[in-house]
């Protein structure tokens, strides 16, 4: 019973969490966002001390129920060793605790998530942030294309109920670490079950601490058991010693497969003392316990002092990337180091925005945490979606009459690109497009007023959308372009 409940609340959080990524309506988060908020890294990111004592209570009480039913990645696991274990049953076999990776993981993790600069090396561990981009990289286009057929059909039915939406690569190098990643834990699911979770992962290795210490745990009943070592060959968390009848709780993910297995009854889940032979080891255990969480009060207290086009000209040829000196960050981030010091880089607000406004970034400074970019769009004054989904609170939640009086950046023109110098021919694209009113279009020359008019931008207006840049027809290079602002401003 416990195992089917177990599994039934993992598909439902896997399911929604995956839809998270891949719904391009907003639909989905309207109700379930909340799911993205109480994912472990995020939320320790957004200092939402609430949620992150709350998972370590569930712990403590529990075991590491939040590894076998809310982490998406590690319910991913399950999926991939659950097709592994049809083609071999009873596959696994106790493995010590690789205690000097495990540490070392989580220490460079610890220290590489509040380094400026090397923070991508936390995000590729960091379970909800990994399976994000594996959604929003390899998930999402497929369901988008399927979405594309179910269009294309309905159409020709005299049907609107689906709509076609733009399949593309976003980056082709978060791209391939998405793909990288996702065949390395699969690989690793479908052989060892859960070794990625037990072996790699941060967020598993702190759990574990608290996990030792659950109030409710699997218990062998050495009277019942005859040996048959079943239970550790169905463990995919490879903790359970069936020789020595012992179960390493650190690593024991709650998954209740043992319970299932048994045919004797000789292993149940219930409240928990500790025996004798543990008593060795409890010394050292504690002074573990004491340390990580040390760490992660440390941790917490350093962030805590951190704190489609409307129209314009066919393309012709492809434009070429402006040289930004900043790249602007979404409204409501605030600033650029508040942005790069809380995004996991899950990408869960690129693939929310609807004007495809955000993209994972390859610079090594801000590698796979979301940039803007004005290519396939601008970013909407209306449109405030990325700040209501960000569960690491890197976008702060922002009305769209507050997203109106923030500039994230300022339009630089280039007059040398302009097509009113190149073509000596009237455009007024940009100016015409600007929502706020930030560029007026003057005489080149001021004795010819009715000549040729170049734009004029009022930098402290602008807000930095990006709809001129996005609608400027000069090609390779445009002739204005938005340069982000490092600390975000009122106009």
């Known amino acids: 019973m416990l195992r089917k409940i177990r599994i039934s609340l993992a598909v439902v959080f896997y399911t929604l969490i995956t839809l998270l990524f891949l719904d391009f309506t907003g639909t989905i988060h309207t109700y379930f966002g909340w799911m993205a908020d109480i994912q472990f890294v995020p939320a320790l990111l957004a200092l939402n001390v609430g949620v992150v004592v709350a998972l370590l209570v569930l712990t403590f009480l529990f075991g590491r129920v939040y590894c076998s039913v809310i982490c998406p990645l590690g319910v991913m696991q ?113 052989r060892g079950g859960r070794t990625w979770c037990n072996t790699v992962c941060p967020v598993g290795t702190i759990l574990g601490f608290f996990a030792k210490y659950s109030l409710y745990k699997p218990v062998i009943d050495t009277t019942k058991c005859n040996s048959c070592g079943l239970c550790g060959r169905n463990c995919k968390a490879s903790c359970i010693n069936s020789k020595e009848h012992n179960i390493d709780y650190s690593r024991c993910v709650a998954c209740f497969d043992c319970i299932d297995k048994c045919n004797k009854g000789a292993i149940s889940y219930k409240l928990r003392t500790v025996s004798q032979s543990e008593g060795a080891s409890v010394d050292e255990s504690k002074r573990k316990f004491l340390t990580v969480g040390a760490l992660m009060v440390a941790a917490t207290a350093v962030k805590a002092q951190e704190q489609k086009v409307d129209g314009g000209l066919a393309t012709i040829l492809d434009r070429k990337a402006p040289n930004r000196t900043v790249q602007p960050k979404p409204a409501g981030s605030l600033s650029v180091r508040h942005f ?152």
Request: glycine fraction near 6%.
């Open 78 to 190: 399950d999926v991939v060793a659950f097709f592994g274990k049809k083609s071999k049953k009873n596959r696994y076999s106790f493995s010590p605790e690789l205690k000097w990776l495990r540490y070392s993981v989580l220490v460079v993790f610890l220290a590489t998530i509040l380094a400026p600069g090397v923070g991508f090396i936390a995000h590729l561990v960091a379970p909800y942030s990994a399976y994000g981009r594996i959604a929003n990289n390899l998930f999402a286009p497929v369901y988008q294309f399927g979405n594309n057929v179910l269009a294309y059909f309905a159409e020709r039915a005299g049907s609107y109920a689906f709509y076609t939406v733009d399949v593309w690569i976003k980056s082709l190098t978060t791209f391939v670490v998405a793909a990288v990643t996702f065949v390395l834990i699969a690989v690793l699911a479908w």
């Open 340 to 491: 790069t010091d809380h995004c996991t880089a899950c990408q869960l607000c690129v693939s929310a925005c609807p004007n495809q406004v955000l993209v994972p970034s390859s610079d090594i400074e801000h590698f796979m945490q979301p940039e803007m970019s004005f290519d396939r769009g601008y970013c909407r004054p209306e449109c405030v979606k990325c700040s209501t989904v960000c569960p690491a609170d890197a976008i702060k939640p922002i009305t769209t009459a507050e997203k109106s009086s923030v500039s994230v950046g300022y339009a630089v023109w280039l007059k040398d690109n302009c097509v009113v110098k190149t073509d000596g021919v009237n455009c007024g694209n940009c100016a015409r497009h600007c929502p706020v009113g930030a560029i007026k279009m003057v005489p080149e020359d001021p004795e010819q007023p009715n000549g040729l008019k170049i734009p004029v931008v009022n930098t402290e207006r602008c807000i930095g959308c990006g709809a001129c840049e996005h609608l400027c027809p000069a090609r390779p290079l445009g002739a204005i372009y938005v340069e982000g602002r490092e600390i975000h401003k009122d106009v």
